[in-house]
């Protein structure tokens, strides 16, 4: 593929959708949220990032290896030791993120208030 190929995600072939996807996902995006502070062995990133399954966190974490974000560390230690960090572009991203994740946060009272409004327009 050439260097100077301009990417388009909203584009449906560009390679950038599957990516993206797997950012914005609620495990993916919650995970590289929760190791912005530091390496974390898999049921420790489990235990932070509440309410995901085993599998998911397996299939987020695999496809965010994939996609150059996240590092897996196998040390071979008794018992086996596995740690996930984040790359450098994994870093950048989750910075991003939890920037969102902030912003999203600090507006939640404005969000409810929103719902709540639109659920009691559109009742029956």
């Known amino acids: 593929m050439s260097e100077d190929l301009e990417y388009d995600v909203f584009s449906s072939t560009c390679p950038s959708r599957p990516v993206l996807e797997d950012v914005t996902g609620r ?7 929760a190791l912005a502070d530091g390496p974390l062995r898999f049921n420790e990133l489990r235990r932070h990032v509440d309410g995901v399954s085993q599998k998911m966190l397996a299939q987020s974490l695999q496809a965010l290896e994939r996609d150059g974000l996240v590092v897996r560390d196998v040390q071979s230690t008794f018992p086996l030791k596995v740690e996930y960090s984040l ?8 910075a991003k993120l939890l920037d969102l994740i902030g912003y999203l946060t600090t507006s ?17």
């Open 27 to 33: 495990w993916g995006a919650l995970a590289l949220g």
């Open 87 to 94: 790359t450098p572009t994994g870093a950048v991203l989750a």
């Open 108 to 124: 939640m009272p404005s969000i409810i208030t929103a719902q709540q409004t639109y659920d009691e327009a559109h009742t029956d």
